[in-house]
Protein backbone atom coordinates (compact mmCIF):
# COMPACT_ATOMS: atom_id res chain seq x y z
CA UNK A 1 0.00 0.00 0.00
CA UNK A 2 1.11 3.43 -0.48
CA UNK A 3 2.77 5.22 2.09
CA UNK A 4 0.10 7.75 4.12
CA UNK A 5 2.63 10.59 3.75
CA UNK A 6 4.73 10.12 0.90
CA UNK A 7 7.92 12.20 1.01
CA UNK A 8 8.19 14.92 -1.13
CA UNK A 9 11.06 15.19 -3.16
CA UNK A 10 12.18 18.63 -3.13
CA UNK A 11 14.49 19.94 -5.89
CA UNK A 12 17.58 20.10 -2.93
CA UNK A 13 17.00 16.50 -2.60
CA UNK A 14 19.88 13.96 -2.63
CA UNK A 15 18.96 11.81 -5.53
CA UNK A 16 19.92 13.48 -8.49
CA UNK A 17 18.40 12.50 -11.96
CA UNK A 18 20.65 11.61 -14.77
CA UNK A 19 19.57 14.26 -16.84
CA UNK A 20 20.13 16.48 -13.54
CA UNK A 21 23.94 15.19 -13.63
CA UNK A 22 23.84 16.74 -16.98
CA UNK A 23 22.94 19.71 -16.23
CA UNK A 24 25.31 19.99 -13.72
CA UNK A 25 28.76 19.33 -16.24
CA UNK A 26 26.95 21.62 -18.72
CA UNK A 27 26.22 24.32 -15.69
CA UNK A 28 29.77 24.34 -14.97
CA UNK A 29 31.01 25.22 -18.08
CA UNK A 30 28.59 27.51 -18.62
CA UNK A 31 29.66 29.15 -15.49
CA UNK A 32 32.78 28.98 -16.41
CA UNK A 33 32.78 30.66 -19.25
CA UNK A 34 30.37 33.50 -17.69
CA UNK A 35 32.83 34.29 -14.95
CA UNK A 36 35.30 34.26 -17.91
CA UNK A 37 33.43 37.26 -19.71
CA UNK A 38 32.27 38.66 -15.70
CA UNK A 39 35.17 38.35 -14.48
CA UNK A 40 34.48 40.91 -11.36
CA UNK A 41 31.98 40.69 -7.87
CA UNK A 42 29.33 42.82 -9.17
CA UNK A 43 28.59 43.65 -5.41
CA UNK A 44 32.20 44.72 -5.10
CA UNK A 45 32.05 46.67 -7.79
CA UNK A 46 29.30 48.66 -6.53
CA UNK A 47 31.10 49.15 -3.56
CA UNK A 48 33.91 50.33 -5.74
CA UNK A 49 36.28 47.46 -5.08
CA UNK A 50 38.04 45.00 -7.46
CA UNK A 51 37.71 41.57 -6.31
CA UNK A 52 37.32 38.33 -8.75
CA UNK A 53 33.71 36.48 -8.75
CA UNK A 54 33.86 32.92 -8.01
CA UNK A 55 29.91 32.14 -8.13
CA UNK A 56 27.37 32.89 -10.63
CA UNK A 57 24.09 34.33 -8.45
CA UNK A 58 21.10 33.88 -9.67
CA UNK A 59 19.19 37.34 -9.39
CA UNK A 60 16.01 35.91 -8.93
CA UNK A 61 16.14 32.42 -7.13
CA UNK A 62 15.56 29.48 -9.56
CA UNK A 63 13.60 27.18 -7.47
CA UNK A 64 14.23 24.18 -9.86
CA UNK A 65 12.68 26.57 -12.35
CA UNK A 66 14.97 25.63 -15.72
CA UNK A 67 14.23 28.77 -17.77
CA UNK A 68 15.12 30.77 -15.14
CA UNK A 69 18.84 28.68 -14.09
CA UNK A 70 19.36 28.95 -17.30
CA UNK A 71 18.48 32.51 -18.52
CA UNK A 72 21.98 34.45 -18.24
CA UNK A 73 19.76 37.85 -17.61
CA UNK A 74 19.46 36.33 -14.36
CA UNK A 75 23.10 35.21 -14.00
CA UNK A 76 25.13 37.48 -12.08
CA UNK A 77 28.71 37.54 -11.35
CA UNK A 78 29.44 37.67 -7.25
CA UNK A 79 32.64 36.80 -4.63
CA UNK A 80 31.87 33.96 -2.45
CA UNK A 81 31.74 36.36 0.38
CA UNK A 82 28.77 38.57 -1.16
CA UNK A 83 27.21 35.06 -2.36
CA UNK A 84 26.87 33.38 1.08
CA UNK A 85 25.73 36.75 2.36
CA UNK A 86 23.09 37.29 -0.48
CA UNK A 87 21.90 33.69 0.34
CA UNK A 88 21.72 34.48 4.07
CA UNK A 89 19.78 37.61 3.20
CA UNK A 90 17.72 36.02 0.83
CA UNK A 91 16.86 32.79 3.12
CA UNK A 92 16.06 35.98 6.34
CA UNK A 93 13.76 36.89 4.09
CA UNK A 94 11.59 33.77 3.31
CA UNK A 95 12.18 32.43 7.17
CA UNK A 96 11.19 36.28 8.18
CA UNK A 97 8.41 34.22 10.19
CA UNK A 98 9.22 36.63 13.84
CA UNK A 99 8.19 40.07 14.61
CA UNK A 100 11.32 41.47 16.15
CA UNK A 101 13.53 41.58 12.66
CA UNK A 102 14.26 44.80 11.74
CA UNK A 103 15.46 43.71 8.24
CA UNK A 104 18.62 44.94 8.51
CA UNK A 105 21.83 42.97 8.26
CA UNK A 106 23.15 41.93 11.89
CA UNK A 107 26.48 42.09 11.07
CA UNK A 108 28.18 45.74 12.10
CA UNK A 109 31.11 44.62 9.30
CA UNK A 110 28.37 44.14 7.06
CA UNK A 111 29.20 46.28 3.38
CA UNK A 112 25.41 47.68 3.50
CA UNK A 113 26.86 49.69 6.15
CA UNK A 114 29.58 51.09 4.02
CA UNK A 115 27.36 52.18 1.42
CA UNK A 116 27.26 55.80 0.69
CA UNK A 117 30.34 56.64 2.62
CA UNK A 118 31.82 57.40 -0.49
ZN1 LIG B 1 31.83 40.75 -3.59
Redesign the pocket.
Known sequence: MADPTPKRSSWRGDKRTAAQRGYDYKWRKARAAFLKQNPL?Q??EEDGKV?LATVVNHIIPHQGDETLFWDMDNWQP??K??HDSTIALEEARNAKIGGDSSGNPADPNHHWYGRGVA
Open positions: CYCTVCKH
